[in-house]
């Protein structure tokens, strides 16, 4: 595909339940990104992955949120434990870049978490 | 990591008028400023961009100024459309750390 691939578009879960939400990023993108948008809210950063180098793990807001990028391409973003605050629409990103300066972010279509 | 204030969190034009949206950052290293259009149900997307070694950057009816003593960064939009509606993000960047984004600014174009 040709862009940024995201799955499940859709997942509800029951409080307590722990969820997996799967990215793939446009071929050849160094750059990975992980934001969370609540309702009608902002972009929150959550998690960086920059080349190489150590991930960015600054924006993670509890130790529930963990991510991975396995061999430099798809990265999976996994919260146990789920509670209700949990539910937002995850949005990947990528860029083509690796390190220093992002430059443009193509952003998946976004996993929707409803947390019951 | 980088804050990034962005105002108003709604703005309401006449069809034809410029809007203005404003947003300050904390960090005083920080060297890439993109903005981001968001329309409903669709993804973000990135409309323009500036770096830190430059003052004003225009395309078409869109132009980004920098004012890096003041950490401040404006996106003017001009002659706007109804086109034009949609979530309009900041956001500020320190080469080698991760791009944060402002609350957003939902702006209304009416006709």
């Known amino acids: 595909g040709a862009g940024v691939s995201q799955s499940p578009s859709n997942k509800v879960t029951e409080k307590g339940k722990d969820v997996e939400l799967r990215c793939d990023p446009i071929s050849g993108h160094t750059a990975l990104y992980w934001y969370r948008q609540s309702l009608g809210q902002g972009l929150e950063f959550l998690i960086y992955f920059q080349g190489n180098s150590a991930p960015d793990k600054s924006g993670l807001p509890s130790d529930r949120f963990s991510a991975e990028r396995t061999g430099g391409s798809v990265s999976t973003l996994t919260i146990q434990r789920t509670q209700q605050e949990d539910s937002a629409v995850y949005l990947c990103?990528?860029?083509?870049?690796?390190?220093?300066?992002?430059?443009?972010?193509?952003f998946g279509e976004g996993s929707r978490l409803t947390v019951l | 990591g980088e804050n990034v204030e962005q105002h108003p969190s709604t703005l309401s034009v006449q069809e034809g008028d410029s809007a203005v949206i404003k947003c300050t950052y904390s960090?005083?290293?920080?060297?890439?400023f993109p903005w981001y259009k968001q329309e409903l149900g669709k993804r973000p997307q990135l409309i323009i961009d500036i770096r830190s070694n430059v003052g004003e950057k225009k395309d078409q009816r869109i132009a980004v100024t920098l004012n890096k003593t003041a950490k401040h960064f404006s996106l003017h939009i001009t002659e706007t459309q109804p086109e034009d509606s949609a979530v309009y993000f900041c956001?500020?960047?320190?080469?080698?750390?991760?791009?944060?984004f402002g609350k957003g600014t939902s702006l209304l174009v009416t006709p």
């Open positions: 960090d005083s290293a920080s060297n890439y």
């Open positions: 990103a990528s860029s083509v870049t690796g390190t220093g300066i992002t430059g443009e972010l193509f």
């Open positions: 956001a500020a960047q320190l080469s080698g750390y991760a791009l944060n």
